[in-house]
């Protein structure tokens, strides 16, 4: 008797789990590797291109699932990060727990309010009042006192976070910081999975396909929305607690339209509608802006090149690369074999839409 085969759902789920696994073993075991030295900078800047990636997966949640592009979500960003900065003491290190409870608090509140707030719009004016909320968060900080005006302010010492009294980690330790984004790393995949794969997570996905009909059929889609908005805004400040101890210096540049802006490329870049996606973006938006900026000051010039190029050729980000590589291997193999090509291009289609 031949055993029942598992589901292609499944397989997907399991495969995906695999990749994330072996990705995480990877990320993890990278320290061990640069233990010289002169490999610092380079654990540095893994670290910063894992906070970016928490901050794009924050942003994927909204455009990718729930259908809502905003183009200010760099202010929850900037929020945690200068409460992290404010509350930090300056006498010594500060309580790492409290800080990051103090930041995310700040993220969460600033989303609640703009929530409430543009989530009566819709379209191109939800973008716009967005943006210009992000602008106000802006001038806030580079027009004021609050937090030393447009020169931003520092942290001078770096938290500490205690275990029953022990200090396993230290974040002076560039590894061990690392180790620390990481965490947090897999802990934002592990909730933006357990959510999207919730009911909540269904609502949000029928709400982006259509907000009429799950409304006709009993849901509330403002708040299903405004649970969003929040959620996302918390994780974005998670990013923007990390970011701010990492630098140990913010200042109003993090709340611009451009670091928004920087998210949205990494998601559109990496994949819409791809927890993988946002990660991957994230990883080539920043690796190639820093090899970019290494071969000319115009390194911009060259992003913009590649981002076009890679819309261009894989209109669903580089997460679809592995089914587009399978779809035209199917093709060669499909005339190879005497085949049709359109037969093989339908069937590659099909198990594009499947994966």
Do not use: C
Request: proline share 4%; charged share 10%; hydrophobic share 55%.
């Amino acid at each position: 008797m031949n055993p029942t085969p598992m589901p292609s759902h499944s397989r997907h789920a399991m495969l995906l789990l695999a990749g994330w696994l072996v990705t995480f073993a990877v990320l993890a075991g990278l320290p061990l590797l640069l233990t010289a030295d002169s490999h610092k900078f380079y654990i540095e800047l893994l670290s910063k291109v894992m906070i970016m990636a928490i901050f794009a997966l924050s942003l994927q949640l909204l455009i990718g699932y729930t259908g809502l592009v905003s183009l200010g979500h760099a202010a929850y960003f900037a929020a945690a990060a200068y409460a992290t900065a404010m509350l930090a003491p300056e006498s010594g290190p500060g309580n790492g727990w409290l800080l990051l409870l103090g930041a995310l608090a700040a993220a969460a509140a600033l989303a609640l309010v703009v929530g409430m707030l543009v989530l009566r719009t819709r379209g191109v004016y939800f973008i716009m009042v967005t943006l210009a909320f992000a602008q106000m968060v802006y001038f806030v900080f580079h027009d004021t006192r609050l937090a030393g005006g447009s020169d931003g302010t520092y942290i001078y010492f770096r938290p500490e976070f205690a275990v029953a009294g022990d200090h396993p980690l230290t974040v002076n330790d560039p590894t061990h910081f690392y180790w620390m984004v990481l965490l947090g790393l897999v802990l934002t995949v592990a909730l933006l999975t357990l959510v999207l794969r919730s009911r909540f997570g269904h609502a949000l996905v029928g709400i982006r396909h259509n907000e009429q009909r799950m409304r006709a059929a009993g849901y509330a889609t403002y708040r299903y929305q405004l649970g969003a908005f929040v959620v996302g805004g918390v994780l974005a400040g998670l990013a923007g607690f990390l970011y701010a101890i990492q630098f140990g210096f913010v200042n109003p540049e993090i709340a611009s339209w451009h670091q928004s802006g920087n998210a949205m490329l990494m998601v559109i870049l990496g994949g819409i509608g791809s927890l993988a996606g946002a990660v991957l973006g994230a990883f080539s938006f920043v690796l190639l802006a820093e090899w970019f900026s290494t071969l000319t000051r115009h390194w911009q010039l060259l992003m913009g090149g590649f981002i076009i190029v890679a819309v261009a050729l894989l209109p669903r980000g580089l997460v679809s690369l592995p089914a587009v590589l399978r779809r035209s291997r199917g093709r060669r193999q499909g005339i190879h074999n005497g085949g049709p090509a359109g037969e093989s291009d339908a069937k590659g289609g099909r198990n594009t839409e499947a994966a």
